[in-house]
Structures are given as C-alpha cells and as structure tokens.
C-alpha cells in the first residue's frame, strides 16, 4: 500500500513537473513551430497540409483529377504491377517536397517520426489480410551508403511507423545487391532496367503467407517497389502493399529534386 502511494506521488509530481514544463517550452509543431497540442506532433493546419484530400488512383496512389472512388488510373489499368495496393499521405510537392528533402537531416527528427505516425495512422485503416501482423520492410539502400552522411530515411520511418501500428520490422529480409543510377532522369523502361536484379531476399522464411508493407519517402514511378514486389511474392509473401510518405508525379517543380523511384 505504502509503495502504491510513493508510486502515485511520484507520477503526480512528474505530470506537474510535464505540465509546468510545457507552460515554459509548449509543444511545438515539426514544421511550422506553432503551438500545438501536447498529444500531436503536428499542428491541426500542418497535419491538413500533410494529408492530402486529393482524390488518387486505389491501387498506385497517383494523384486523379475528379472525384472517382475505387477508380484505377489509365496507368493502372494497363500496368501489371505486382504491388497490390500503395498508401501515401500528400503528392510530391510544394511543402511536402520540402519536408521531405527536410527529412533527411538528423535535426528534422521530430518531422520524421510526425510523417511517419501519420503514415503508420492511414496503414490502420487498411484491412489486414493475414491472421499475423502484417510485416514493414524499409526499401533497402546499398551497403555503401552505410558510409554516406545521409540518414536512412526509409529504415528510420518503418521504425516510426511500427512504433504507433506496433507491427513488426523485417531489416535483413530483402537486401540491395547493387548500387542504381538515380531514377529521375530516367524513362520508364530504364528505371525498370535500372532495378532488375537490383535486391535479393535473404531470408524468405520470414515472409512465407505475410502480408508486406515496403516503406519509403517517395515513390514515382513505382519500378523499385514493382521489382521488389515481383521477388516477394515470389519468395512467398501472401501481399504486397507499398507505403510511403509522398507520391512523386514525374513532374518537376522548379528547382526541385525529382524523386527516386
Ligand atoms: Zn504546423
Ligand atoms: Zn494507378
């Protein structure tokens, strides 16, 4: 009795401690430092920003021009992917491409788990078709980008989104085998070329009959998720779904960096 009362002190004293610290430092937002609310890591107008009400494409997330529910776009409809299903909060643009670029930087941290939750928050509303949790698996980089001073936004953004869906990671599944040219100046026919034979499933007894959700920033034109989708499936994955932050269009901005994939 006596330690459930000193534990109750101490929570006491250390939610007013939390609360006169957040009358000295209030919760800020990741992107425009506005106050927010002690629960969120985003302001309600940034979270509107990052989540777009754009109607996209059911299966490739590609952003269509009228109100079309359950509708593929023409790409889609001649496509064969091998991905089921690609969930995106925003298109690759305007200040979502900034956050992104943003994102990468160590000192953006608080921005990327706050994109990585509303990520992980839109993945749970997608239905689950296995009796396991569905598997995250960061897009894998090249080994020797381990020596680069970049972050690994993809890896750091699964372990965000798995923290708020509680669904497992899987890092040493599938690896990247070869460094690829960036895709962004490349045509679609390169890009697929670009990352044939570009990863391997290490361990495929890991994915037998999951369902898979591959993570990263951005996709555009989806020939790194299609190729590693197509192993997937072959090594035993019941599903694979894509996740990502953006979704690029192909289309540059000015002075804009064209997206990877
Ligand atoms: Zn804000
Ligand atoms: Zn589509």
Known sequence: MLGCLVVMTRFAAATRLSNFLDLIY??????CQAPCELTERLCAGCRARFVSGYY????????????????DCARCRQAKWRFTRVVTLATYRGDMRRA???????????????MADLL????????????????????????????????????????????????PIAQRIVRRIRKTSKQGMLSWAERKTNVRHAFSVKSPDGIQGRQVWLVDDVMTSGATAAELARLLL??????????VVARGTGVRESGANVAKQ
């Open 26 to 31: 209030p919760p800020e937002c990741a992107w």
């Open 56 to 71: 996209r494409c059911h299966r490739c997330a590609a952003p269509l021009p009228q109100v079309l529910p359950n509708h």
């Open 100 to 114: 992104i670029i943003s994102m990468k930087r160590n000192r953006f941290e608080p921005l990327r788990r706050a």
């Open 120 to 167: 992980g928050q839109q993945l749970l509303l997608e239905p689950q078709h296995t009796d396991a949790l569905p598997l995250l698996i960061p897009v894998p980089y090249h080994w020797s980008h381990a020596f680069s001073s970049s972050t690994n936004t993809a890896e750091l953004l699964a372990q965000g989104i798995a923290t708020t869906s509680g669904w």
């Open 234 to 243: 072959k090594a035993g994955a019941a599903q694979v779904n894509v996740a």
